[in-house]
DNA sequence: AGCGCTCCCGTGAACGTTCACGGGAGCGCT
DNA sequence: AGCGCTCCCGTGAACGTTCACGGGAGCGCT
């Protein structure tokens, strides 16, 4: 119970426990990794010594003479967005199938976050996967030397890879499948708050056209549930004659779904209504939501393959492999 | 484009670099960490080596001799559950506020996947926080001289801490609630599969003996919404005069108000209905979920700041402080 | 007695980086 | 001419572990 007086506590090294069991730093490393090679009173001895001292080997000296660990960093903005939740589980599920290690970053919709977090990553990860919002030279210079894979973004500078979304056809189905039914008036609540209009939007009124269908009855909508339900309310104030509604994703759409039941409009029969991501939480609602639906474990699985690749410099996968293409799924709400 | 005849290919260090350049390890080093001491056209000359030869730094080499990071371990049995994406991110906020890094892990509810983690885990992180279900001697044979701190778990080794889950107020005020909104035939959807019932069912059984309700109307119910959906059936077909269910937790919970609406009981008339977590998705479905609701913030703040107190050894927490209580916070379906 | 084998254990070197320190070149001033 | 200062840059040492190798002790066999 002495402490060493004033000065920073030394860090115990595999020297302290050796000196302490009478043995060399050898016999301490194959006491602490269950190698041969050593009388087993020897390795009780070591192993007593060692927990007594209170001895944490260092990763980092082990991981210096064995280089086999590789660990990537995920970079995701909000960790409780349903949809990101399983973007990370995907990637986790795929990284672990190669023995890897994950650091996960949340930036919490802060681009503030992303560059303090790209410093601190840069010397801890192999490679970064991930939604990153800042401009393409900052995030060049912080991460320099290292494979990055973005997600869902465009890039320009052939120093990253991105995993592209592509959702034309699914939307183009999912308008099809709404004419079908018998729908002539339908709008759409939009991603808020970007300057231009989403490339689902644009997919949206790439379809309605093809069915000789009115696109410009758009809202756009706070990406949340609440968010949804008043980009609703304002669509069918403006709109009331509209009898379905495509959305910008999957939380828009349950808080659609939400405010339709609080306005008395039955789903699907008063409203249908259909949504983009296919989360897992569209099966939770009533009824479940059908949605133009992403296979979020390919994309995770394809993202650290791309990877895996860009690691090893063999084979990496040009753009038009990386591409994910979203199908419509039908629940219940339309 | 000539790659070395057979032989492995040697990692790129420093050295490369710096013979490329012409410089030393040092003003390689200069230029690489945006030092001082160091002519701009030199160190654009670094660069521009290091780029050509897709030098990337060893992290081990640079955390050895710079010991400034810890990282520590989050082992989930499930990301994709709610519950758990709920306590990784405040984990993960909580570590951000002190820099760490988090390597999580998702152990995808296999017990022989908890044992692997642990192996590979105990090389690569300073700490551990999370949830096994492996035997005490186990866990301590895999995390040797290592913090860990339980979520939820009781514990007997002075080895481990643990965070518990306190529900028995937050219990008995939903009893209570029930009681007050006067209904008297209140039943349970426990978790399904343990041997012995869960503590949560005894939180309620003691509450419903303190206002003379019988406890007894309890189906144990699979850890989902379908789960949820599937017990509260069979629990209303055995028992038609119950008007109200607790829940053992919010995932059975919204299962069971998706169940009463096919059913055709309206919630709260005609089925009052409360959960357990009080998860922020309680509230995206309607009506929104009354909950014994747990801080899930305060929860990860607290494992992440023992583990703190466990690595510098100031102070750790005891058992009477790693405690989370829950409370009961009304939505509408009670 | 000598040989070979097994069982243990220890010593130098290496992993790839940063730190601490030394020092040369060049310039301005007295 | 000499001094001091700034600007650059390089060399040895260190971080803490594992790898490769050497070697002694003890035993059984011929």
Redesign the pocket.
Same mark, same amino acid.
């Given at each position: 119970m002495v402490s060493s007086s004033g000065t920073e506590p030394r860090?115990i $090294? %595999?020297?302290d426990v050796a000196r302490s069991a009478? &043995? *060399? =730093?050898? $016999?301490v490393?194959r006491a602490?990794?269950d190698k041969d090679? %050593?009388?087993?009173s020897?390795?009780q001895r070591v192993l007593d010594a060692a927990r007594a001292l209170g001895?944490r080997? *260092?990763r980092?000296? =082990?991981g210096? &003479? =064995?280089?086999d660990t590789t660990t990537i960093g995920l970079v995701i903005p909000d960790l409780l967005n349903p949809f990101f939740t399983e973007v990370a589980a995907a990637a986790l599920e795929a990284a672990r199938a190669r023995g890897w290690h994950v650091v996960v970053y949340d930036t919490a919709d802060r681009a503030e976050e992303e560059l303090g977090t790209l410093q601190v990553i840069s010397s801890q990860v192999d490679a970064v996967v991930g939604y990153f919002s800042c401009p393409e030279d900052e995030l060049e210079l912080f991460t320099r030397g290292m494979p990055v894979v973005l997600i869902g973004r465009e890039h320009h500078s052939a120093r990253f890879s991105s995993i592209r979304i592509d959702g034309e056809e699914g939307v183009h189905a999912a308008v099809a499948h709404l004419v079908a039914e018998g729908h002539t008036r339908i709008g759409m609540l939009d991603h808020y708050g970007r300057a231009e209009p989403s490339i689902r939007r644009e997919w949206f009124t790439t379809a309605a056209a093809a069915y000789g269908i009115d696109a410009g009855m758009v809202v756009g909508a706070d990406q949340s549930a609440d968010g949804g339900g008043a980009a609703l309310k304002t669509l069918l104030a403006a709109h009331p004659d509209v009898t379905a509604v495509f959305t910008f994703n999957d939380i828009i759409a349950i808080g659609a779904l939400r405010e339709a039941r609080r306005l008395g409009r039955s789903v699907p029969q008063d409203l249908a209504v259909i949504g983009f991501d296919g989360l897992q939480l569209g099966a939770l609602v009533e009824p479940p939501l059908s949605s133009v639906a992403l296979d979020t474990r390919k994309l995770g699985a394809l993202a650290i393959d791309q990877v895996a690749r860009l690691l090893t410099g063999v084979n990496p996968l040009g753009a038009d492999d990386l591409v994910v293409r979203a199908e419509l799924r039908l629940g219940g709400s339309a």
């Open positions: 860090r $090294t %595999i020297h009478g &043995v *060399s =730093r050898q $016999t490393s602490l990794n090679e %050593i009388d087993d020897t390795k001895y080997p *260092s980092f000296a =082990r210096l &003479v =064995r280089q």
